[in-house]
C-alpha cells in the first residue's frame, strides 16, 4: 500500500484501536515516509520515441557525450526539504516565509566523461529565448571552456540539450550548426525524459547539500556561492560514475519498452 497512512495499513490487517504514536512507531522499523514521484506523462508515442532513441545511441560512447542541462534554486530550497527529526524537548528551528522560494538563480552546468563543465550563472533577470540562450552558451561554455579543447576532442563531441523551446528552436539549431555543433554532434532528444540525462543526478547531489539541514539563504549571490562550492566538491568519479550509467539506462529503456527507467 504505497503513501497509505498508518491507520490504513493497519486497518488492512484488521488492527484496530492502535494510538498513531504506536503505529507510527512500529512502521519506522520497516518503511519510511516518502512522497510521490512527480513525473510528465507518458503516453505511447512517447514511449516509441524513446525505443528508438535508445536503439540509435545504443552503441555511442559515451563518455564524447556532453550532457547538459539547467537547474533554479531558490533562497529557500524546495518545498518539504526542511524536514527531519528533533530531540524531545527541542524546540523546531524557524524558518522565514518567503514569496516564490524568496526568488532564485538559473545555473546551467554540462558533465562529460569525469569533467564538469561550469556551473555557469545566468544573469538574474534574463529570460532564456533562443536568442539570450546562444548568446549565454557563447559567452560560457564557448569562450570559457570549449575553445580551450582539442580539434580532436571538438570533432568528437556530442552536444546533448533537452527540448527545452530555446534549445530546441530553428534559431538556436542554426546558430549551433554553425559552432560546428550539427547533425551527429548534436545528439536528438526523446519528449519527456528527464531521467535520461545523468546530469539530473548531478543537481540532486548540489541540492542536497546546500539545502541540507533546512538551510535557507539570505541573498542570490550566496545561493550561487553554496552551489559553486557544492559543484566543487563533487569529483571526477562521481561524474564518471554518472556518465558511464548511461549504458544501463538506455538498456533499462528497452526494456520496459520506452517506460520510465527510475534511479
Same mark, same amino acid.
Given at each position: ?17 492502535? $494510538?498513531?504514536? +504506536? ?16 513525473? $510528465? $506523462? ?17 552503441? +555511442? ?6 550532457? =547538459?542541462?539547467?537547474?533554479? #534554486? ?32 538559473? #545555473? ?6 569525469? @569533467?564538469? #563543465?561550469? %556551473?555557469?550563472?545566468? @544573469? ?15 559567452? =560560457? ?29 530553428? *534559431?538556436? =539549431? ?13 545528439? =536528438?532528444? %526523446? %519528449? ?5 540525462? %545523468?546530469? /539530473? ?7 542536497? @547539500?546546500? *539545502?541540507? /539541514?533546512?538551510?535557507? *539563504? ?22 564518471? +560514475?554518472?556518465? /558511464? ?19
Amino acid at each position: 500500500m504505497p503513501l497509505a497512512t498508518s491507520l490504513a495499513i493497519f486497518q488492512s490487517c484488521n488492527i484496530t484501536g492502535v $494510538p498513531k504514536s +504506536t503505529r507510527c512507531a512500529i512502521l519506522r522499523d520497516m518503511a519510511e515516509v516518502r512522497k510521490a514521484e512527480r513525473r $510528465p $506523462p507518458l503516453n505511447k508515442t512517447h514511449k516509441l520515441k524513446h525505443q528508438d532513441w535508445a536503439k540509435k545511441y545504443l552503441k +555511442t560512447d559515451f563518455s564524447k557525450v556532453l550532457w =547538459t542541462d539547467e537547474m533554479r #534554486v531558490s533562497l529557500d530550497g524546495p518545498d518539504g526539504w526542511a524536514r527531519g527529526w528533533i530531540g524531545k524537548g527541542q524546540r523546531a528551528p524557524v524558518r522565514l516565509r518567503r514569496q516564490q522560494g524568496g526568488g532564485g538563480v538559473l #545555473v546551467w552546468a554540462g558533465i562529460i566523461k569525469d @569533467e564538469l #563543465v561550469g %556551473p555557469f550563472r545566468v @544573469e538574474d533577470g534574463v529570460e532564456l529565448n533562443s536568442q539570450s540562450y546562444c548568446q549565454f552558451l557563447e559567452d =560560457t561554455f564557448f569562450k570559457q571552456w570549449y575553445r580551450k579543447k582539442s580539434a580532436s576532442f571538438k570533432k568528437n563531441m556530442i552536444f546533448m540539450q533537452d527540448n527545452a523551446p530555446s534549445h530546441a528552436s530553428k *534559431y538556436s =539549431t542554426a546558430w549551433l550548426a554553425r559552432k560546428g555543433i550539427k547533425e551527429e554532434k548534436l545528439m =536528438t532528444w %526523446p %519528449p519527456c525524459s528527464p531521467d535520461l540525462n %545523468p546530469i /539530473e543526478n548531478l543537481w540532486s547531489i548540489i541540492k542536497c @547539500e546546500i *539545502y541540507k /539541514e533546512g538551510k535557507q *539563504y539570505t541573498s542570490l549571490n550566496s545561493v550561487w556561492e553554496a552551489v559553486v562550492a557544492a559543484a566543487r566538491n563533487v569529483d571526477g568519479e562521481q561524474i564518471k +560514475t554518472l556518465t /558511464e550509467s548511461m549504458d544501463g539506462r538506455l538498456l533499462s529503456v528497452l526494456a520496459k519498452k520506452g517506460g520510465y527507467i527510475g534511479r
